[in-house]
């Protein structure tokens, strides 16, 4: 019999937290499921590339070619500033196309700007430090693809097992492009 009277009995959820949003821990990396982002990714992508995404600071729309169906993919990202570089991260299978650096087209406040993007080899620390001072820059959790309580300050060590897999840019000089 169930603990409480209006919960069945069921066998424990034993998935794992950490790609299911927050735990008891108080952090964790949710996973949006694919049908939603199938729908959404297309109208942010409608939007960053329309006059409106000139006032849009947070998110691009990163276009690359795939490393073996050579299709254009265009997906919504957001970018983050860490130290001065360009990043953004991802648990995304897309990031492979960038294993060793490819080339990238960004387009970000209505600025197109071609140049690389490399998925770094960074250690779970490395990752953990980053999005600790994309955090720290002002960054959302929701934008980093991160979830965390209101009422926790996660740390480092926290981040650094949230599973997100950091992508730097390097870019040519800017063009600008009217929509």
Do not use: C
Not at 7 to 14: G, K, L, S
Not at 28 to 42: F, K
Not at 69 to 81: D, E
């Amino acid at each position: 019999m169930s603990e409480h009277p209006h919960t069945p009995n069921r066998a424990p959820d034993r998935r794992p937290t950490t790609h299911r949003g927050s735990d008891r821990r108080g952090y964790g990396s949710p996973r949006h499921p694919r049908a939603l982002m199938r729908i959404i990714n297309p109208l942010v992508r409608r939007v960053i590339l329309s006059r409106l995404g000139t006032r849009i600071n947070t998110i691009m729309v990163l276009q690359f070619a795939g490393r073996r169906s050579g299709r254009i993919i265009q997906i919504p990202v957001a970018l983050h500033m860490i130290d001065g570089v360009p990043m953004a991260f991802t648990q995304r299978r897309w990031r492979l196309n960038l294993t060793g650096g490819a080339p990238v087209t960004i387009t970000h406040r209505g600025q197109v700007r071609r140049g690389r993007g490399v998925l770094l080899q960074a250690t779970p620390e490395e990752v953990g430090t980053a999005l600790r001072k994309a955090l720290d820059n002002g960054s959302s959790p929701f934008v980093l693809g991160v979830k965390i309580a209101r009422s926790y300050a996660p740390t480092i060590a926290d981040l650094a097992t949230v599973g997100l897999y950091p992508i730097q840019f390097e870019f040519e000089e800017a063009t600008t492009t009217s929509s």
